[in-house]
């Protein structure tokens, strides 16, 4: 896997994946930037909302759930002082179908961040990192 990352002017840099995807990345204004795109570590927090999404779903699917939409808003506090690092990282699920049994969504949760999130494994190791979730039927 590879990346690279080009600086644009500022403090703001676009990095631009292996598999041919770009994302524009800024700063706060109060650090320079002028809020063309998301902060590095906003980013973090969406690559382990997106790797966990993926995992839920597809153990969702897998168990035949009638699943018809996921969403995961994640709320996280850094510390105080540099390195701003996460402290605390939440994941709430919300997770739509019919019929969906609350089982197969702890399953499901429990083992993409045990077993199959490489994110979320690699984040725990520093990371108090909490889940819960909620079953909408619709």
């Not at 995807?21 to 382990?48: F, I, K, S, T």
């Not at 402290?87 to 179908?97: A, E, N, Q, S, V």
């Not at 994110?119 to 909620?134: F, G, P, R």
């Amino acid at each position: 896997m590879k990346t690279r990352i080009s600086w644009k002017g500022n403090v703001s840099f676009l990095a631009e994946s292996g598999s041919g995807h770009a994302v524009l990345m800024d700063g706060a204004p109060e650090a320079g930037g002028q809020n063309l795109g998301p902060r590095p570590m906003e980013l973090l927090l969406m690559g382990l909302g997106g790797c966990s999404s993926f995992d839920v779903v597809l153990i969702l699917k897998k168990a035949r759930q009638d699943i018809t939409d996921c969403v995961v808003e994640i709320e996280a506090q850094r510390a105080s002082s540099d390195p701003k690092v996460f402290t605390d990282i939440h994941l709430h699920f919300i997770i739509t179908g019919h019929n969906i049994k609350t089982q197969q969504v702890e399953r499901a949760i429990d083992l993409s961040a045990e077993k199959y999130c490489s994110a979320s494994i690699m984040l725990k190791q520093t990371v108090n990192i909490t889940h819960d979730y909620e079953i909408i039927d619709g």
